[in-house]
């Protein structure tokens, strides 16, 4: 039996590090339409921060003809 | 006085849906979409289910749905990591095959996601696997279990506009309305929350594999994270015979659509003994059991004690106002875009847009999926970075899958021809040689050394 170090993988300590999952830091991203500072790290923002942008990606989605894709999505069960 | 921490691997298997349309009109059936996603698969591999070197499973299931198994992961943040890995994998195989139909005149955009009902009526899951020592049999770790997966949905559910006889319905889980049963050995007839089909790819005399398919599957990081971390838990609990008063349920099928069917968690679920309580405190029960568990025996497991903290924040959160939530839990931000989106365009529940809003949030895409772009925009909160899941796409965690992944990234760089199971190393050739892996839990083995030594040294 060998013996497993506690720095299993990347995940080994347990601890969970958020990316931009610090509560209480929810300012909104300096140009309103990305949550992505300089540095590329991600800036935590409320879901329904500037609404309409974020219908403008739900919008990017959605297919025109959303009656028809969803009538056609047959899968077969499976487990 | 603190114990020893039983070690555990935990595997998560993802059953994906696939589609080809063009102007959202199918243009290529799927049985053949998926065909052709393993055409490259099989020309390597030489079959529709093949080991990666990452130590995954990579296969064409029954019905058409590609699906990957992760190797076996050391915790529940590993096999977060894994899963997205999985994703990005079957997302790049649905780009090739994208490609490859419209090089043949086939034009259509191959989508593929990671949700578990069509629109017909069908269901396939997202199963969790945890190693189990065998001590005695299975029932009285699933009875003392199914409470817990029957109400965990109320933070783990993945949500879904239901459409019921009397009009469409916001609810928490997707698989709930898909469970016939508590406990059995079948699939797909009778849909059971805990499968005891009886396959621990392990050595048979130790071990057992909880096959745990009553999950939804979850985009939320946090979500897997704590749905896997948490049972995890209780199962240690049970194992070692600590204290836990058992709620037994009237009727695990009834509870668990009642459950789903309550947005507050205080869908009440029916006690053998006639109580009705509320899901949230039938979480709470076995959260109080688990921390006086840690306490007494594990108070030194830094880690355990996150999971419970975060498994309190999210209780007393959801409790308070599930809204809080809206950047962390599935149902929760599917029901705030959902909303969102009807209230610009005045839609009802039932809505073809409001169904396709609620299958697109399951899109596995990393870059064009809404998911992914949610995460990147700050929207919702991740748990793990893309370095670690490109990493995990090709490196496996350091359980048995590292035998496996050493073995076949060996036998490619030599040219050797070899084949291999969860707990099969076979090298093939005039003279055949196996290496039987049947603790999962190791990953050094000399034997494997000196198969892969032996490969390198005698021609092919």
Redesign the interface.
Known sequence: ??A??PE??????????????ERGEEQD?PDG????DAAGT????????D?DG??D??D???????????????????? | MAAEVRERVIGLETEYGISCTLDGRRSVPTEDVARRMFRDVIAWGRSSNVFLENGARLYLDVGSHPEYATPECADALEAVVHERAGDHIVADLAARTEASLAEDGLRGRVRVFRNNTDFSGNSYGSHENYLVERRGPLQPLVDALLPFLVTRQVFAGAGKVLRTARGAVYVLSQRAEHIWEGVSSATTRSRPVVNSRDEPHADIDRFRRLHVIVGDSNMSDLATWLRVATCELVIRLVEEGGDLDVPALDSPTRAIREVSRDLSGRGAVRLRDGRDVPALEVQAHYLAAVERFLAERHSDDAAAAHVVTEWRRVLEALDRDPRALERELDWVAKLRLIEALQERDGLALDDARVAMLDLAYHEVAPVTGLHPRLVRSGRMMSLVDEAAVDRAMAEPPRTRAALRGRFLRAARAAGRDVTVDWVHLKLNGEVQRTVMCKDPLIWEDERVDRLIEEMVATPV
């Open positions: 039996m060998v497993r170090t299993v993988g990347m995940s080994g300590s347990g601890q969970v590090q958020g990316r931009g999952s991203a339409s990305s949550g992505a991600v800036v935590a923002r409320p879901l329904l921060d609404v974020l219908l990606e739900i990017a989605v959605l297919e025109d003809n959303a009656e028809e894709f969803v009538r056609g999505y047959v899968q077969k069960g499976g487990q």
